[in-house]
C-alpha cells in the first residue's frame, strides 16, 4: 500500500526565518510526486510536480527537491502570506494518488 | 477564467438520508476527480473518471457512495443512508486529460455534516 509521511505536523517560522517541510513516502512505481498548498477553506492549490530523484524545481521562495524516497520544500525568508497547509501526493504507475496529512505553516512578522 | 465549482458549500441532513454533490469542472478537461477530506488530514481518493466512464473508482468506501458524469462535464457524487462517519469537505478536481504527472485543479469544496 502507497505511503506519505509529512513532517513536521506544524511549524511556525519568524518571517525571514528559512526551513524545509518533509515528506518521505513508500509507492508501488512513483509516477510522479506532487506539491499543493491548501489555504483555509479553499482546495489546494497545485505548486510542483517533480518526476524522478534528483530533480528540482522553484517557484518564488519555494524549492522542492526529490530523492528516492523523500521530497523536501523548502521555504526561503518566509512572508506570513506563505502561512498555509503544504501537501504531498505522490502517484503511483497504477494510477493512484495517496496523499499526506500536510505541514501546517505559519509565518509571524 | 472559472475555475472548479462545486455545489453546495454546505450540506447538512440527517443520518440515514440521501445527498447529492455536484461538481462543475473547467470547460474542456476531460478527466475529474473526487477526494473526501476529514479535518487535519490530507485529501483521501475516490474516483476519477476520464470523459463519461469511471476509469477508477477503487476509492470509494462502500457500495453507499455512487458518482456519475453523464456527459462528460459535470458529475454528481451521491450518497445514500448517510452515517455520521460520512461527515467530512468532499473536494472536487479536473485537469485537461490525465497523463498522471497533470497538474489538477481543485474546487473549495462541499461540506458535509451529518447530524
Known amino acids: 500500500e502507497d505511503q506519505v509521511t509529512q513532517s513536521p505536523e506544524a511549524l511556525r517560522l519568524q518571517e525571514g526565518e528559512s526551513s524545509s517541510l518533509n515528506c518521505s513516502y513508500t509507492v508501488s512505481g512513483l509516477r510522479g510526486l506532487f506539491w499543493y498548498r491548501q489555504d483555509p477553506g479553499k482546495g489546494p492549490e497545485f505548486l510542483f510536480t517533480l518526476y524522478s530523484a534528483g530533480e528540482e524545481k522553484e517557484k518564488e521562495r519555494l524549492k522542492a527537491t526529490l530523492t528516492k524516497k523523500e521530497s523536501f520544500l523548502h521555504i526561503t525568508a518566509p512572508k506570513p502570506e506563505d502561512s498555509a497547509t503544504y501537501l504531498c501526493?505522490?502517484?503511483?504507475?497504477?494510477?493512484?494518488?495517496?496523499f499526506g496529512d500536510g505541514t501546517t505553516l505559519t509565518v509571524k512578522p | 477564467g472559472a475555475g472548479v465549482s462545486q455545489t453546495p458549500s454546505n450540506k447538512v441532513t440527517e443520518k440515514g438520508k440521501y445527498v447529492e454533490l455536484r461538481c462543475d469542472p473547467i470547460s474542456g478537461h476531460t478527466a475529474l476527480y473526487w477526494y473526501r477530506q476529514s479535518l487535519g488530514q490530507g485529501p483521501e481518493f475516490l474516483i476519477y473518471?476520464?470523459?463519461?466512464?469511471?476509469?477508477?473508482d477503487s476509492g470509494l468506501p462502500n457500495d453507499r457512495f455512487f458518482a456519475v458524469r453523464p456527459e462528460g462535464s459535470v458529475s454528481t457524487l451521491k450518497i445514500q443512508r448517510t452515517e455520521r462517519g460520512d461527515s467530512a469537505v468532499y473536494l472536487c478536481a479536473s485537469s485537461p486529460r490525465d497523463t498522471g504527472l497533470n497538474e489538477q485543479f481543485f474546487g473549495p469544496g462541499t461540506r458535509l455534516t451529518v447530524l
Open positions: 501526493a505522490v502517484r503511483s504507475n497504477a494510477g493512484k494518488s495517496t
Open positions: 473518471f476520464q470523459g463519461t466512464g469511471a476509469a477508477d
